[in-house]
């Protein structure tokens, strides 16, 4: 079943992807001769106008064929030369390559708004709690060396109950779980939710590790009440655009940073994932509700685009780079030093693919 979300997941992606290329292509009378879903060998297709729409057996992903993106094949039409992408404005040709990009940020908009709306999770006031129907007390962070580390909590846990001899708190408010492990020093026994399984573990409050009250009793652990909270449909477009534009930021950081360290040989690989480290969170995601799995796949569009737009040979970005410097020159590049280029882009991707892939094996193994 992962693997299923997970190709319906990229297929989806590349598909909007792909559908941004084509709409933008249409609009400026440029001739598609393909829009296909998966890659070849062909499945199935039909043709409506002059454009074939295709199925193919390679489930993992799609593509637009315009005429004269690449090259003309010989013999072609004299009239559709008008019509090629090449011989189109170069501001069209960059628009079309940018369309791309676009719709994979507006389908992350589209996520995150329609998650908002449905409901998603996130951190309550304590005037909150009674009104959210699955609040609860989640651990946020767990203090080395502290009773709760020792105990074995991790971040993510669902606070169900405590036990102190015949006391029981089983509430959704973090103030007064903390109060409730602060009234003494006697052992708790605490059972948490964690990958849907109940478990209890326990321990003993101690004083000292707090420093703002060394008196205080505590476990070591940060706790925050966390519940579903839906957005009024009519403010979810605004939130979701705020979200969006706020994941996009944060996303265009972290792969700056990590491209920068892809070449000085710095990169951190744990901090990325490749095909199996995104299906493996495309299941988690799933087990967790539809709202988790939307929002992973708008991060997942979002950093699509922002890699689409990274000036590399074979990407979008690389493409317009090419564009830019025609417009420049005021001359179009040789063709064969443009598919000469390419060709090394696309054996860097290949070989950064593999490389990430090879990290997401290793990470599993351990």
Same mark, same amino acid.
């Given at each position: 079943?992962?693997?299923?979300?997970?190709?319906?997941?990229?297929?989806?992606?590349?598909?909007?992807?792909?559908?941004?290329?084509?709409?933008?292509?249409?609009?400026?009378?440029?001739?598609?001769?393909?829009?296909?879903?998966?890659?070849?060998?062909?499945?199935?297709?039909?043709?409506r106008g002059e454009t074939e729409y295709t199925l193919n057996w390679l489930p993992f992903g799609g593509f637009v064929r315009i005429f004269g993106e690449d090259s003309v094949a010989a013999g072609s039409d004299p009239k559709d030369l008008d019509r090629a992408f090449f011989s189109k404005p170069r501001?069209?040709?960059?628009?079309?390559?940018?369309?791309?990009?676009?719709?994979?940020?507006?389908?992350?908009?589209?996520?995150?708004?329609?998650?908002?709306?449905?409901?998603?999770?996130?951190?309550?006031?304590? #005037? +909150?709690?009674?009104?959210?129907?699955?609040?609860?007390?989640?651990?946020?962070? &767990? !203090?080395? =060396?502290? *009773? @709760? $580390?020792?105990?074995?909590?991790?971040?993510?846990?669902?606070?169900?109950?405590?036990?102190?001899?015949?006391?029981?708190?089983?509430?959704?408010?973090?103030?007064?779980?903390?109060?409730?492990?602060?009234?003494? #020093? +006697?052992?708790?026994?605490?059972?948490?939710?964690?990958?849907?399984?109940?478990? &209890? !573990?326990? =321990?003993? *409050? @101690? $004083?000292?590790?707090?420093?703002?009250?060394?008196?205080?009793?505590?476990?070591?652990?940060?706790?925050?009440?966390?519940?579903?909270?839906?957005?009024?449909?009519?403010r979810a477009p605004i939130e979701g655009l705020a979200a969006t534009w706020n994941l996009t930021q944060q996303t265009a950081v972290g792969l700056v940073q990590f491209f920068a360290g892809v070449f000085t040989l710095t990169a951190d690989l744990s901090q990325v994932s490749g095909p199996v480290g995104?299906?493996?969170?495309?299941?988690?995601?799933?087990?967790?509700?539809?709202?988790?799995?939307?929002?992973?796949?708008?991060?997942?569009?979002?950093?699509?685009?922002?890699?689409?737009?990274?000036?590399?040979?074979?990407?979008?970005?690389?493409?317009?780079?090419?564009?830019?410097?025609?417009?420049?020159?005021?001359?179009?590049?040789?063709?064969?030093?443009?598919?000469?280029?390419?060709?090394?882009?696309?054996?860097?991707?290949?070989?950064?693919?593999?490389?990430?892939?090879?990290?997401?094996?290793?990470?599993?193994?351990?």
């Amino acid at each position: 079943m992962t693997i299923l979300l997970f190709v319906a997941v990229l297929v989806a992606l590349i598909v909007v992807h792909e559908f941004g290329h084509f709409i933008a292509a249409k609009l400026f009378k440029m001739r598609v001769d393909e829009f296909g879903i998966g890659y070849p060998p062909r499945a199935w297709g039909i043709k409506r106008g002059e454009t074939e729409y295709t199925l193919n057996w390679l489930p993992f992903g799609g593509f637009v064929r315009i005429f004269g993106e690449d090259s003309v094949a010989a013999g072609s039409d004299p009239k559709d030369l008008d019509r090629a992408f090449f011989s189109k404005p170069r501001i069209q040709q960059a628009l079309v390559l940018v369309a791309g990009i676009f719709m994979n940020l507006a389908f992350a908009w589209l996520l995150l708004s329609l998650t908002l709306a449905l409901g998603a999770p996130r951190s309550l006031s304590e #005037a +909150e709690v009674p009104h959210v129907a699955d609040a609860a007390v989640y651990v946020a962070s &767990v !203090l080395p =060396a502290s *009773p @709760a $580390a020792e105990a074995g909590f991790v971040p993510g846990d669902r606070i169900v109950s405590i036990a102190r001899g015949e006391q029981t708190f089983t509430g959704a408010d973090a103030a007064a779980f903390t109060e409730f492990v602060g009234g003494s #020093a +006697e052992p708790l026994s605490i059972t948490v939710l964690r990958a849907g399984e109940e478990e &209890v !573990l326990s =321990a003993t *409050p @101690a $004083a000292g590790l707090a420093p703002e009250d060394p008196e205080r009793l505590v476990l070591g652990v940060g706790v925050a009440s966390v519940g579903t909270v839906q957005t009024p449909w009519y403010r979810a477009p605004i939130e979701g655009l705020a979200a969006t534009w706020n994941l996009t930021q944060q996303t265009a950081v972290g792969l700056v940073q990590f491209f920068a360290g892809v070449f000085t040989l710095t990169a951190d690989l744990s901090q990325v994932s490749g095909p199996v480290g995104i299906a493996g969170a495309v299941g988690d995601a799933s087990a967790n509700g539809v709202s988790q799995l939307l929002t992973l796949t708008a991060l997942i569009s979002i950093n699509l685009a922002l890699i689409n737009l990274l000036p590399i040979p074979a990407l979008d970005g690389g493409r317009l780079l090419f564009v830019i410097i025609e417009s420049v020159i005021r001359r179009p590049l040789p063709r064969a030093f443009q598919m000469g280029v390419n060709a090394l882009g696309f054996g860097f991707l290949i070989l950064l693919m593999i490389v990430v892939t090879a990290s997401d094996i290793f990470k599993i193994a351990m």
